[in-house]
Structures are given as structure tokens and as C-alpha cells.
């Protein structure tokens, strides 16, 4: 059996054609800054952005990781796509039609197991799916239950949804009769592998897939739709490679444009709220699949939306334990919001039994701030009584202390002295008194726990020092990347090293810069050491020499992570100043652009300084033991250089960084 690969020509057109912003803005809210965009980092936990993608130059740049690149290799880092992957994905995204060429089956078989547990997912929602709409059974039964719930045709396929026969093993039989292997039907929990027997996890249950923020499915939630005490009326996929419900929130793909856009985001319980919500027309929601909400979850709305809105039911018993939940929103740093749905009624019914229009203006109306709700709620329950009063007050407070923002914390603070007719100074001592608290807690624990850094003698600690020609070949790999092809006028002071009396001499000249490296390192025949940024300086010099613009995605896709990192530090070098915004504490670093002449001479001069050293020591070597006219010449050369080597640490200044040992 066997299975094709991408041709270059379609390779050729997605990088023509995908923009790095628009892919990127489906999973990161972006906001411009200046000719870039900005967001917080997806891959680390963060509440000032400093996460940086240039439309100009079509990469991208996570300071706060380190990671960096283009299009293809932010879906690989983010959704770990492989390479072909992201370029399928990319191609469905602009409608670019994918020519293929063969690939033989050994190369299919190495498919990793990570792939493998998607590619079953991907072929268990087909098969529900196909089940639903397409047999007897599944439109008497699956069907006719959604028709009930009041979905359209139109609903139903955008969800996914589907239906799993009431029979023991309908979809694993299936599932193997396609060449699906077993064992990884039972790594996705969609087969129950006894002994020598196997049967269907969500056999006669309606079907809603799972998905992660760039579509691909990575488990099913099925209901139940008999009456039966012994079974779960909701029943989720167990944990797997690809499927961890602690950071999974059921419709997120369907909602991220729309939260990012209306710059807000609805959190309801069950996958029918969501479902009637979007029919309804609003389709920034999503919901926790009725599990606790974890700060992973908070997380993955924090990267498109900092506002929040809780969605409850008006007779919700446990409206109170869910409400913990918003202590874990504050501490993000997000605002919340919470609205109740009139008593009887919940999200899904609600939706169902409104238009669009009443829904919206319902929403509006009654989104209340969480803390007015929670003043309401737990004063409502305090009533007469002074303790309870009390422990309402003291409630309040510990979620206010949760907020990252001290000046959101003082607003609140106020708010809730209005709210609960207490003085502002007993709820700001109160707060002083739970963060003083914390942080002895805090302490605590680091001593019973011990510290977390391991504190060694200084003596058995050796620092490593600069090793100076990597930073010198990254820095000219920088410059030729940057300014490679840009033209400045160069005051250099030259030396003759062939003389044996130093000679210098002053001199301007119009150089374009990668002409003026190319040629200096031609003239000391000085190559790079590091095998990578030989690799990139051959790729970009004989380029730049021919005044071709350098091809980013080429250079990206040819190097590893390390190099792909450095590279897009690189290329965003000169916008991190904007991310530090020093001169918001009166600050204002020179642009490095101005300097770009005597940084390129300062490398260049740095690198001979260094081979100047190399020369020296290796006529160093042995000359104790050579005849005393062969010593003394030699001591002429060494000195010679010896002096060279001054003037170079004259021209720049005297900071010289000694050479790393080995």
C-alpha cells in the first residue's frame, strides 16, 4: 500500500501564498505594533506580550521561549504538526490544491505514534458521522435525538456529530477491517481491549468529537440515550498522547475567530450549549465538557480574548462551588463576568428559545461583574446573620487578592466597601494581612520542601567563558541577513600586517556590506569554525554577492531548531527594544541601525584579533627547544604580532574578550 508525498510546486505556492499573521491570528490574539504584530507567547505562561510576528518578514519570534521561524514552523511547534502536515494545513486554509507525488510504503509505516492515534480519531468521526446520516439505524436513533434538541442538517455537520451502533464491536470491526491496528484503537480508548475480547467504548451512544484549536480531533464525548442506572449519561475518551481534558475546551475550533474578534469569550458547561449557541448566531463559546476548570483551559483563552463570561443555569445547585472557578480566572489576570439564565432554564434551552437578537440584548443585560454577582449571591445567603456577613466579606476579599493588578485590586476593594457597607480600610488591611499570609505559607513550604536552586561551592563552580567566535559568526550571519544588501559609508583605519613597522592609514569608501565582509575574510582567510553558520554564510554571501534578495523560508527550513531560534532572533533583533519599551522609564538606546558601519568593523577586527592569537600560540608551541636563531626569529614574528594585537585592541577600545579554553 502506498501513499504520496507533496510536490515542490505546491511547497512553493503555500509559502507564496500563506501569511504569517492571518495563520498565527487563528491561535494568538494579535494586536499591531507599529509595521509587527504582538500577542502573549502560546508557548509560555506570560501576562506581558512578547510574542512578535512580522508581516514584512513573514516570521515570527517568542522572546519569552526562545522559539522562533515562519508559517510552517509555528504549526509545527504549536499544534506538532510534522512538515507535510502544516503544509496540507495551510493549503486547505487558502484553498491551494495539493499535487502529490509517490511515497512508498516502508516511508508510510514510520508514521509516528502520535499521528497514528489522530489518524484513528479522524477515521472514528467519519464513521460516526457516515453512521448518523447515512444508515437506518442511525437516522431512526442518533438523528432523530439531535432533531430533537432542534439542530439543523447544516449544525450537525459542522459539529461533527454523529452516532455509535448499539453493538458490541460495529466500529472496532470496522475500524480493523480498514487496517487500523488495535492497539492504537485502544490508545484512543475508542476500543476496550479485554483478554481476548474487544468492544466499542461508545456503542449506543450520539457522538461529539473533540478538537483542538487547529481542527484535529482528539477524543469523543457520547451520550447515553437509554435509561440506564449502571451507564454514564455523558462519557468522555480517556487521557491519551493527543487527548488531555484538563486542557481541552469542547468547541474552541469552531470559536476562536469569534472570541478574538468580539474580544470575549462565553464559558458554558455542556457541548448542546455550545451547539445551540453557535446555531443561534453567537459563536464566541465554549465549554469545560462539565469538568472543574483548570488553569490549562484558562490558558487557551487567554490566548485569544483577556475577558471572560461565565454562563450558568438559574437553578444550578452547585452555583456556588463553580463560582471557584473564577478565582483561577483572576489569578491569569483575565476579567470575568458572570450571567445566570432565568430559573428553569439553561444555556441550551434558553438559546433554542430565543432569537439572536433577545439572546445578545439578554447577555448584555445581565453579564454582571464578578464581583456585584458574588456580592449579590453570598449576601443573599448571609442575610441578617453578622457572621455569615462576615465570612461573605472575607470570601470577596480572598478573590480580590487573587488579581495580579494591584490597581484592580484597589478598584474592587472599593466596589465591594459600596457593595457590603464596609470601610475601605478594614477590606485594605484585610487584604494586606491574606498577601502577607500567602507569602509566609510561601516560605514555609520552600524550607520544608527545600530551596529550589541547589547552592554549590564556589570552588568546584568553573564559569564558562564567552566563546567568542560563535558570537562573532552569529553576529556577522545577523548583519548579512539585515543589512547584507544595504550600502554605507566606512571610515576604517587601515593596517598593514605584511609590514614590519605597522602602517595605517585613514580611509572612507562607499562599501555594500556583504561585499565588505566577503572581502576581508577572503584577504586573512578566515573561515567559521561552527559548521552551521559555515552552512548559512555560504547560503547567504554567494546570494547577497549577486544582489538576490535572501529566501527566509529556504534558510528555515534548511537548519534545526537551534539555528531556526537564532535565526528569527536575528531578523527580530532590532523590535525587541519595542517589547522592553525602555523609553517608558527614560530610556532611549541608540537604534543599532545607525551603528551598522562600526559593528561590521568591529567583527571583522575581532576575528583577526583572534587569529592573530592563533598564529601566536601555535609559534609558541615547541619554541623552548628550538636552536637559539630559529627561537629569536620566531620571537620576532610572535612580537610583531604582539603588537598588531595592540593596535586592534586600541581601535576597539580596549575590550578585547579573552578566548575560550578548552
Sequence with gaps: MSSRLISKTTIDQVFDTARVEEVI??????????????????????????????????????????????????????????????????????????????????????????????????????????????????KAIGHSYFKERGFTEATIKKFQLGYSPDEWDAFTSEALKNGYQLSYLEKTGLTIVKTDKQFDRFKGRVIFPIHSLSGRVLGFGGRILVNDKKAAKYLNSPESEVYHKSKVLYGIYFAKQAIAKEDNCYLVEGYTDVIQFHQTGIENVVSSSGTALTQEQIRLIHRLTKNITLLFDGDAAGLRASLRGVDLILEQGLNVKICTFPEGEDPDSFAKNNSLEDLTLYLEENARDFINFKASLLASEAKNDPIKKAETIRDMVMSISKIPDSIKQEVYLKECSRIMDISEEVLFTTLAQMLQKERRDASKKEVVEGPTLEVVSKEIIELEKVDLKFELEKEIIDILINFGLDICEINEELIDFSAKEVIKEKHKKDWKICEYIYLNLQEDEIEFVNYEFKYLYNSIIDKLLHNINIDLNTLFDGANDRIRSMLSSMLFKYDEERIHNWQKVGIYPKPIEVDVPRKVQSCIMRLRYLLLQELIDNFSVGINVKKDSERTEIMEIINQYSGLKIDMSTFLGGAIPQRRSN
Excluded: C
Design 25 to 138: 491570528g487563528d491561535f494568538v490574539q494579535l494586536k499591531k505594533s507599529g509595521s509587527n504584530y504582538k500577542g502573549l507567547s502560546p508557548f509560555s505562561e506570560e501576562r506581558t506580550p512578547s510574542f512578535m510576528v512580522s508581516p514584512v518578514k513573514q516570521i515570527w519570534k517568542d522572546f519569552s521561549s526562545g522559539k522562533g521561524g515562519n508559517v510552517v514552523a509555528f504549526l509545527m511547534e504549536h499544534e506538532h504538526f510534522t512538515y507535510p502536515e502544516a503544509i496540507k494545513y495551510l493549503a486547505k486554509k487558502y484553498g491551494i490544491e495539493i499535487e502529490e507525488t509517490e511515497q512508498s510504503a516502508e516511508a508510510k509505516e514510520e508514521a509516528n505514534e502520535r499521528e497514528s492515534l489522530y489518524l484513528v480519531n479522524e477515521f472514528a468521526r467519519d464513521y460516526f458521522a457516515k453512521t448518523l446520516l447515512e444508515t437506518e439505524t442511525g
